[in-house]
């Protein structure tokens, strides 16, 4: 296990509704990202906090927010919910070193059903 | 832009065979990371090994290696004498060394490797 751990596991949710998942990171990590993975596709970079602000975001729109706390943990929030928001959301954690991170450790993720 | 092609979409072998999953990557930078994760059906994904791109050793871990060839942009892992325990599907990425901020990492599709008992 990688010490990395995502509430809830399950979710169901109705369109246009507003979601909030959670994640902690690993002990000793500074750095959290966020990943969206469709089935049977691989996971697609949503972003990243580093310092509780966002310093790199993959293309998805401002709908898609997050935060990240003193303690490392982090959240991620989704607007306005479409049905193909449903997906697997995974958080990652790390160490970034100013131009990259060390290998991500993942959570087990949260499955995100939009009906 | 940075891209991973696996274009193996599903693989089966059956147990003890040896097994490569091909992955080619394109990148503009000099500097970028290469990686494989493999994701069994509980879905959390468990990271296998990270290289950079200066490094072209080729690495062994028990049985599984990797290749890594910048000549023609592949990072291809095998391993040997598969177990059903490694069905499960793998991902190949890569990160690019960035400016400042964080690209994250660009995923392949990933490969469905099922071994047979």
């Known amino acids: 296990e990688t010490g990395v751990t995502q509430s809830p596991t399950h979710l169901i949710k109705t369109r246009g509704q507003q979601v909030t998942l959670r994640c902690s990171s690993q002990s000793g990590h500074n750095t959290v990202s966020w990943y969206q993975q469709a089935l049977g596709q691989g996971p697609q970079f949503i972003f990243q906090y580093y310092r509780e602000e966002e310093n790199g975001r993959g293309n998805f729109p401002p709908r898609f927010s997050g935060l990240q706390f003193p303690n490392y943990s982090s959240e991620l929030n989704v607007n306005a919910l479409e049905l193909d928001d449903s997906a697997l959301y995974l958080c990652a954690s790390t160490i970034w070193g100013g131009h990259t991170n060390t290998e991500a450790f993942f959570g087990q993720g949260t499955r995100l059903t939009v009906v | 832009a940075q891209k991973v092609t696996q274009a193996q979409t599903e693989i089966s072998v059956v147990e003890k065979e040896d097994v490569t999953l091909d992955c080619v990557y394109e990148?503009?930078?000099?500097?970028?990371?290469l990686f494989w994760y493999k994701q069994p059906p509980s879905g959390e994904l468990v990271f296998l090994i990270r290289r950079n791109s200066f490094d072209e050793q080729n690495e062994i871990s028990g049985r599984y290696s990797w290749n890594f060839q910048k000549s023609t942009s592949s990072f291809n892992f095998t391993i040997t004498a598969s177990q059903v325990v490694d069905s499960a599907v793998y991902f190949c990425?890569?990160?690019?060394?960035?400016?400042?901020?964080?690209?994250?990492?660009?995923f392949g599709k990933g490969t469905h490797l099922i071994i047979q008992p």
């Open positions: 990148t503009r930078d000099t500097t970028y990371y």
């Open positions: 990425a890569l990160s690019e060394d960035s400016g400042g901020g964080a690209d994250g990492l660009t």
